[in-house]
């Protein structure tokens, strides 16, 4: 459907995007740049609970 075409229209403009904004860390430090990812979804995760 015409909604189909919109989601995957969207998709493709969040890659563009990310593709512009992200610039790849070295390798070696993707395992801290995985962490800090890890670390805010948990401090978003407790925050979300404490708010409830």
């Known amino acids: 459907g015409s909604s189909e075409a ?4 969207v998709i493709d403009a969040v ?7 992200i610039s790849f860390p070295p390798r070696d430090e993707w395992s801290d740049f995985s962490f800090d990812l890890d670390s ?13």
Do not use: C, P, S, V
């Open 6 to 9: 919109r989601g995957e229209r």
């Open 15 to 21: 890659r563009f995007t990310l593709r512009q904004t």
């Open 40 to 52: 805010r979804r948990n401090k978003q995760q407790r925050i979300k609970e404490e708010g409830e």
